[in-house]
């Protein structure tokens, strides 16, 4: 039989008493800690875990013990203690032990009025969270004097039919157990819960002698912090307000007053200089020995200050790497702890412009936030109209029903996007993301009509084109008119911060970069290089738009070449340009893969005007578009399908690769020996081995072309997209023709799911609720099906070919899930949208200092 | 050093020659078989497939100790010797040794004329075919004299500029060259491959002594077999040709009489009745001791019979069967050799119309055979009126761009299906081949017109609605007016062999059938019962139609528990039928799958009265038609994703399937104890264990319901459809929910691929051309990559579940390939539309008898 140990029912907090933070908390240990710092804390009495939850089964630990901790007749606080502080907790009870003979001998020591405000206030607080009567019962604005508390005392006993109670004892006992009974409420769980807290965190409590902030001399309460929460700027800042108790201070009460000496009015250091020097002192030493940046709450009692508790602050996402910036700067932590400080998706914060939190809110429709940051912006139903807008420097929403391909370069030239349709990886979400635009997609409710360019919300409200709106990609929100904004803070302690975090990882992270904008912003968030640029987005503009519908159109191999004649120094300024940004970072630059159709006009009007510019009959082009219409575009004729059945767009592409890989070399150092510029060509949609020696063949031909008729050697790359789960499967022998694979995860989870991310909207969210798919697939990594499929194609392409590397492109590649899997599997690299790239280099980095710490 | 074989340059023919089929050819076997049965075969030498292609490098042997093996100035054949006689071979050269000295002694021993006709046959062939000279060199027509023999002699001389070669060895040495060569040139290599022979097959050459069939008495040649090639019945066919050689008896020749007494004329038995005797007797022989029917090459010289040749009679499909049962029935083979005789391709050619291959065709266009046998009809442009036409009897061929699931009704009704596009996977060719109706699809080139109701073909000509046409889905021709017909022939010999077929096959097979009338022909064809019942198609009849409307726009949860209050009992219907048709037969029944813009219009018009028909604003039906309109469908809210969205529809389903087995298990028997029809109920598209666990969850209810109802308990089996790649990766806990697993192979290869079986059809021909693909995988199954998914979806089901039963169903369910996939991964059954269920049977007892044998 096993010895029971010993039950501790609570623990007096001294320096050197056994309080833990898994055992009792993180309040109780905090306050420990400021004990041990020799602060004033007034004292203090840890109830434990299990005891907490014994008192909530029924087992009352001997309050009178526990009372006699304090002395003679004291009056106490009962605050929380949750291990982790943001899972919550039951508010605070203060002034326990107030009954009539105290408030007697009290109001003849500090006077009626302070008197009645303490015994006033148990009341209230006990009534409510104890007795669970209505708040309407006691008067709230009424001044404490000795009728009102009469009055009070006699509303409770109407309303419960008891007195209230006298015993100090029992009205300790009866907020002991109506706290351990909070905690194990629904709510309160679900609440925690979705705060991350486990499904048994427990609450431990903490008693502690009142310093009563009310009375005589300089009395009263306050809150300080040194850190802008906003900015995580050092700056003192906080309330304290004369007669008062907790946080009362707070909240913009009547009476309180700044700490700092202050143009805006009376301060504390001006009222009570000794305190506040005091104080500034206790939060110096709180961060230095604390290692973080803390709120501090204190009393006053007749001038003599007391540190009642200390939390950490709240900060933003930016404050946070300031703050971690400047604690390592000072060496009170470790570049490595202040890379832990932050979590990688707060990033997102940092990098856009964000509603600013104190800005009042007024929202008309709610969707998915599918690209983070907020934009203010005139509404526009159309690209063409975004698109003259910006000509003019206007700021504009663009508003959809669903984008398609042609809306990318109105998509460019909005602010902001929202669109009726579509979930996170819709077509518009994944575009909005790579051009760092805030987005909201499947903004349910709203109606859209593009004919009277109007849009209506849920309520009923009508908006034209022309008003004013945000739309808040963070939080899904679109908001009325153009609303206060904070802007990113991309400056010296994010630079610094993201350059530690280089330093740890040990994983490639690259862009996805389509045009030498999206190079651009890679290179200013030192990406590794490009992951993976799109081709196919160069032909949406108008010039090459023609003459990509040119070559669709074409009848003769003449025609064909006439039009890719037209696209050839196109594409190669393309890649010249990118080149020459991305300087020795290597490009990895997938061939053409969407379908041709997607260059065609999807409605009768397009079809018009196209048969008008190309001069042949709307019959025929009808008919052309028709044929070329899929059932399931993204299972269809596409990719490296197109490639071999019309052979010639990918030579062109191969063509002005090479052209512009010379060019760049030539401009970047001697023109003797190999080119210095090597192009990576990655070759869309693989399914079979064969697809890969087809290509490879044809883009050998071009490149031997291209190095004799510029005399010039050249190196290149060649490697393909794993988008197929068949490309997963036959890696081993797709690796022996190929130097590097990049698994697309996105088509790939379509493909393995059989789940159009397109579609997939309608019924993701109340798959996900229903805990049918635990997360949704597209946003983070299906590492039992997708991922064995990585897992499978990244194993054979190995053993076939040690040296191939191996990455992801694709939405996933920005996830600390999706890069803790990559990185497991021996990936290279991961390759994100430009935004995202801080995201995955912190999150990289932290999985490096977690894998060490834990190796 | 290895010592070399001694090199034998020719083997003479006798009964203990060391003739060997795979170094001497077919033939040379075939002659030493008939010398060994005593038949008067003249004397023949064989060389090896080594000494030919020794001669077409150069290295000829000795002639004239070839010919010195036939004695003083012989005249001899060389027939051409392919180890398979499919494989082809140059032709026969007849009367080698023919020289001006040997034509003046026979022109005296046989008379001028007889003599002229044997030089002269000789001349022109050996100008053809070893000269490549121009047939028009020679007047064929001119009757055989010494003139026309020295005109033809001369001419050759004209035009090689050098006599005609006297010396025997010399023209035999012609003829072995030439011979030798024509086999490896380019062209005969690929004809031969085609016919399935490998790179290296080789040619062996029989040279043969004369029979010369030209003189005194009655001579002549003939041809003779003892069936007849279409139908398989045993009867004397041939021709017999008085003073002629070879197989000039056949081909219409004026004066080939027919060999058995006969109205239509003249005959052998009646020319010459023991010559006729003797040659039954021969063929008696052949069939008993060679265990097939032989096609007899026979000589009379002098009235004394020789026989020059035999090779098997080229059976049609149905006369295989025939002629096997028959040989199995008189003890000539085993019944195991019987199955083996009849490829289970060819059944489809006995299970279906064909055009008679008499008949002349007039082929209008050409597309893809997509559903085999043929139909003539009128030409129609609508489901609508193909149904109308139906109703009046009248045959037509359904003509479409392409089908949807709303055409289901008018392809019943039609004889025959002609589209535009589409491939062999696509809608049309899968319905059509569960129809059992001939289909082409994919037809280039035709233009079709549904408002002027025409058809334009790619020569011009104009086709307009009630034309005859017919549609050749065997060979995927389109042909002009109505043509003779071959019927199916579902007989004695055809059930018997398919008995023999279920005695001997370890897997089993059964039917995909959706309707009643399926289910009766998978009964008919024996099917081990229905491995999946699609019960979509079942929402496509008019009336239900309607609900299934009302039921996709009902708002409320009341309305749509009125839609599906008025499905309930049609469904039920349905499945009553299928249960009682199948008796004990298993029915695994898959829930609804499509999604649900399946059932409304596709075009404006229909729209309207969709709008009409619910009393709402047409505003409002289109935009529900346009929410519901996916991108991709076939990875869009479909299957299970649906039936956990709308729950509703899988509960009236389950309901249905369990109120059904009640109903028909009482007919069947006492109502007391368990209802002896056990329904399969098979969930589409899973992707996660979860949509499994959930749906399971309401089944269990409404069967404790429905069996609370009835007062019966009940028993049901509960399975999933394997069709995304996922489900097939996470198959281990998968089938711990599931009594069975079936592996959908059309769905899993679109979503391994990549790859829409609708939209392949465009470029899947030039894919399989150049090899990119070595076969369509809509069409065999994908070993390697889909093939892999299969055998781990399979592995990891049998291992958590021991007992789970394992199938495939689609359309790969119906190949050898894929069913000898299928049982060595040791599945339990395969299922396929049910005109393919006999070829299932036959091609799982061949692979069963093959692994007997191999094992």
């Known amino acids: 039989m096993q010895k029971l140990a010993t039950f501790k029912q609570f623990t007096t907090i001294t320096p050197t008493a056994p309080i833990i933070r898994e055992q009792h908390g993180f309040r109780a ?6 004990v041990r710092l020799g602060m004033p804390v007034p004292k203090t009495v840890a109830l434990s875990f299990e005891t907490v939850h014994g008192i909530a089964a029924g087992r009352m630990p001997d309050k009178a013990r526990i009372l006699s901790a304090f002395g003679d007749a004291p009056l106490v606080s009962v605050r929380s203690s949750a291990e982790d502080p943001d899972w ?15 408030f007697a001998a009290m109001a003849a020591e500090i006077g009626e009025a302070a008197a009645s405000a303490l015994y006033l206030r148990f009341i209230q607080t006990y009534a409510g969270q104890v007795a669970h009567l209505d708040d309407a019962l006691f008067d709230a604005a009424a001044p404490p004097t000795r009728v009102v508390v009469e009055t009070a005392l006699a509303a409770f006993e109407a309303e419960t039919e008891a007195p209230f109670p006298q015993d100090p004892a029992a009205q300790l006992g009866g907020v002991l157990r109506s706290m351990a009974k909070a905690w194990e409420s629904t709510t309160a769980r679900l609440l925690r819960q979705a705060r991350g807290a486990p499904l048994e965190a427990g609450l431990g409590l903490v008693v502690q002698q009142m310093a009563l902030g009310v009375g005589p001399d300089e009395s009263g309460a306050g809150v300080m912090q040194a850190v802008d929460p906003l900015t995580g700027k050092a700056q003192i800042t906080g309330r304290y307000l004369s007669q008062s108790q907790g946080r009362d201070a707070l909240g913009g009460r009547e009476g309180a007053i700044y700490l700092t000496r202050d143009r805006r009015g009376p301060s504390l250091e001006d009222l009570a200089p000794q305190v506040f020097d005091q104080l500034v002192g206790f939060g110096d030493t709180c961060r230095a020995h604390l290692k973080q940046e803390m709120q501090i709450e204190f009393t006053i009692h007749a001038g003599a200050l007391a540190i009642i508790d200390a939390r950490p602050v709240l900060l933003s996402a930016r404050a946070a790497v300031e703050v971690a910036v400047a604690l390592a700067e000072d060496g009170i932590i470790s570049r490595d702890h202040a890379l832990m400080r932050v979590a990688p998706r707060a990033l997102h914060e940092v990098l856009h412009p964000q509603v600013d939190p104190r800005a009042p809110r007024q929202v008309m429709a709610r969707g998915i936030a599918a690209s983070p940051g907020a934009a203010s912006g005139k509404l526009v139903f159309s690209s063409t109209t975004a698109q003259a807008m910006a000509a003019q420097d206007e700021a504009c929403i663009l508003v959809k029903r669903e984008t398609t391909p042609e809306d990318v370069r109105g998509m460019h030239a909005a602010r902001g996007i929202l669109t009726e349709k579509g979930g996170v990886t819709s077509h518009a979400a994944v575009i909005a993301r790579g051009l760092g635009v805030p987005c909201v997609v499947g903004a349910i409710g ?15 409200r009508l908006l034209r084109e022309g008003d004013q709106i945000t739309v808040d990609g963070s939080t899904g929100e679109v908001l009325d008119g153009a609303v206060p904004m904070l ?7 994010f630079e610094t911060f993201l350059h530690w975090a280089d330093e740890v990882r040990d994983i490639g992270v690259r862009a996805n970069a389509d045009t030498p904008e999206d190079a651009a912003i890679a290179v200013r968030f030192h990406a590794d290089g490009i992951g993976l640029c799109r081709t196919e987005h160069m032909f949406f503009a108008e010039d090459r738009l023609t003459a990509m519908r040119e070559l669709i159109f074409a009848d003769l191999p003449e025609d064909r070449a006439d039009a890719l004649s037209q696209l050839l120094p196109m594409q190669r300024a393309d890649f010249i340009q990118i080149f020459r940004i991305m300087a020795d970072r290597p490009v990895c630059i997938r061939l053409f893969d969407p379908p041709l159709h997607e260059f065609l ?7 018009i005007e196209l048969a008008e510019a190309l001069d042949r009959p709307l019959s025929e082009v009808q008919r052309r ?36 890989a010379v060019a760049v070399s030539r401009e970047s150092g001697g023109a003797d020996g ?28 071009i490149a031997a072309t291209v190095a004799t008729e510029q005399e010039q050697d050249l190196a290149y790359r060649l490697g393909v997209m794993v988008e197929t789960p068949r490309a997963a499967l036959r890696a081993g022998e797709i690796a022996h023709h190929c130097e590097f694979m990049s698994f697309g995860t996105n088509d790939l989870t379509q493909m393995t799911y059989g789940l159009s991310r397109d579609d997939a909207g309608r019924f993701m969210g109340a798959y996900v609720r229903q805990g049918v798919f635990s997360e949704d697939p597209f946003h983070v990594l299906d590492a039992d099906g997708v991922g064995e499929l990585l897992i499978i194609g990244a194993e054979r392409g190995r053993k076939a070919r040690p040296d191939v590397t191996l990455s992801i492109c694709g939405e996933h590649g920005g996830n600390s899930e999706s890069i803790a899997f990559c990185r497991a599997a021996g990936f290279d690299y991961v390759s994100c949208s430009p935004y995202r790239v801080p995201l995955a280099r912190l999150a990289a980095a932290q999985l490096a200092l977690k894998s060490a710490h834990s190796g």
Chains 1, 2 share one sequence.
């Open 601 to 607: 006009p999807h409605d009768r009007q397009g079809a």
């Open 487 to 493: 802007e990113p803070a991309l400056d010296h302690a």
């Open 625 to 660: 578009i028709d044929a070329l219409t899929e059932f399931n575009p993204m299972l269809g004729m596409r990719g490296v399908r197109l490639g071999i059945s019309v052979p010639e767009i990918y030579d062109m592409q191969a063509r002005a690769i090479f052209e512009a």
């Open 29 to 34: 240990k905090c306050l420990q800690r400021l």
């Open 88 to 102: 919550g907790g039951p508010s605070a009870v203060l002034n326990i032990g107030m009954n009539d003979d105290r």
């Open 674 to 701: 190999l080119a210095p510029v090597v192009p990576e060509i990655m070759i869309p949609l693989v399914s079979a081995v064969r697809e890969v020696e087809l290509v490879k063949t044809r883009i050998q031909t």
């Open 446 to 460: 709203i109606r859209i009509d593009r004919r009277t360019k109007t849009l209506r919300t849920q309520d009923g």
